[in-house]
């Protein structure tokens, strides 16, 4: 996967994305709130959005290190040789 920069914005209507800075891609996250999450956000939508956001990512990182680890794994019992 290649680097680039990635930007959380708040698009005004209630709905928060991640997405890439330059380009004109569609948005990697899309985090929408109902009514009733609004209002009991009371205006902390983005922050809220952040942290979520934040979560997946460390989420993800953790699952691609263990699907790692299990790859390695099953390389190491291939390459044995028993005699």
Same mark, same amino acid.
């Given at each position: 996967? +290649?680097? +680039?920069?990635?930007?959380? $914005?708040?698009? *005004?209507?209630?709905?928060?994305?991640?997405?890439? $800075?330059?380009?004109? +891609?569609?948005?990697?996250? +899309?985090?929408?709130?109902?009514?009733?999450? =609004?209002?009991?956000?009371?205006? =902390? =939508?983005?922050?809220?959005?952040?942290?979520?956001?934040?979560? *997946?990512?460390?989420?993800?990182?953790?699952?691609?290190?263990? =699907?790692?680890?299990?790859?390695?794994?099953?390389?190491?019992?291939?390459?044995?040789?028993?005699?």
């Amino acid at each position: 996967m +290649s680097t +680039s920069v990635l930007e959380i $914005v708040d698009l *005004g209507d209630g709905e928060v994305v991640l997405q890439r $800075v330059e380009g004109d +891609s569609e948005p990697l996250v +899309s985090i929408q709130f109902s009514d009733e999450a =609004n209002a009991y956000l009371v205006g =902390n =939508n983005l922050e809220v959005a952040k942290v979520m956001i934040q979560a *997946g990512i460390e989420a993800a990182a953790q699952l691609a290190e263990v =699907n790692s680890l299990e790859v390695d794994t099953a390389d190491m019992a291939e390459s044995r040789t028993l005699h």
